[in-house]
């Protein structure tokens, strides 16, 4: 549990209780969770899959994806979200493998375990990025999917992940983020081939605050994610 820092654990402990709750902090990810999930399909079927999600939280993406046919991990250092995460289950009636660990320890104990692993919105938070991304790749078989999420270091992203969704439109708890984590994707593709993972699409991901409603945009300058699939 080296690669953890224990602000950014905190303020995610402190509102684990309105996660489910889709008018929350939280509304962002279920908004975007369509998107992401049409997007993950878009590259590999779902179903039947062997999935594991770093960083699942409440299991927002993590129910999704076991909608949809996959068998799912989730994997997750918060113990309040992971056990609002087993709660839902009881709600949803779905079938989700939630574990208290670090990615670097699962991968340790289960390597090439997995034919898609998924990393939204938790490589801006650790202290060691990097590792993270080598865990995923670790985890995955070869031929095997691995799919992250983030937001770049650009003043825009400045502007409209910190200002703008934190202060001005309030979507978000003030304090959720800290510009000089956001990542490039210069660095998360640059990681992400040293460790086995070929980059296959970079997507953006962007916010209209008049309709307020999220889309799939080619623009990358703010909140965007990578595909890529582990050399065989």
């Known amino acids: 549990m080296t690669n953890v820092d224990p602000l950014e654990l905190a303020k995610f402990e402190e509102h684990a209780h309105h996660w489910w709750d889709p008018t929350s902090e939280f509304r962002p ?7 992401r999930l049409s997007w993950i399909e878009s590259h590999v079927p779902l179903a039947g899959k062997r999935v594991l999600d770093v960083g699942c ?9 076991a909608r949809r046919g996959a068998r799912v ?15 839902h289950l009881l709600e949803s009636g779905l079938s989700v493998n939630y574990r208290l660990e670090s990615a670097e320890a699962h991968a340790a104990a289960h390597p090439g375990a997995y034919e898609i ?16 991304v080598a865990a995923c790749a670790a985890a995955l078989a070869p031929g095997g999917w691995a799919f992250f999420a983030t937001i770049n270091r ?25 510009y000089a984590k956001f990542i490039r994707p210069s660095e998360l593709t640059h990681w992400a081939r040293a460790n086995g993972l070929e980059p296959v699409a970079l997507q953006g991901l962007g916010y209209n605050p008049l309709t307020k ?5 080619e623009e990358t300058a703010v909140n965007y994610m990578l595909a890529t699939r582990k050399v065989a």
Do not use: F
Request: hydrophobic share 45%; charged share 20%; net charge negative.
């Open 29 to 35: 990810l279920h908004e975007i969770n369509p998107l």
């Open 57 to 65: 939280g409440g299991g927002i993406l993590a129910e999704g994806m």
């Open 73 to 87: 991990t989730g994997i997750d250092l918060s113990a309040a979200a992971l056990e609002v995460a087993k709660l």
């Open 117 to 132: 692993v998924t990393c939204m919105e938790l490589l801006e938070h650790v202290p060691e990025p990097e590792s993270i």
């Open 154 to 178: 650009t003043p825009k992203a400045y502007l409209h992940a910190i200002l703008g969704a934190e202060y001005l439109l309030r979507l978000l708890p003030r304090g959720t983020h800290d």
């Open 213 to 217: 409603t999220y889309r799939l945009i």
